[in-house]
């Protein structure tokens, strides 16, 4: 019972999880916010390439 008590207290102490949980969460904005530039962009930019292709 002591072990586990001690076990306790230590994993509840242990903040490494939480900071790997918020640099997820980070991770995850940003491809978010990558994905929707890219989405939204994406055909005008393909337009644009195209019409400097045919230009050239």
Request: glycine fraction near 8%; avoid cysteine; charge should be positive.
């Amino acid at each position: 019972m002591i072990a586990y008590l001690k076990t306790w207290a230590a994993l509840h102490t242990d903040k490494r999880g939480v900071t790997a949980l918020e640099y997820g969460l980070i991770a995850a904005a940003i491809i978010v916010a990558i994905s929707a530039t890219v989405f939204t962009l994406g055909g005008d930019l393909n337009t644009q390439f195209s019409s400097i292709s045919t230009k050239l």
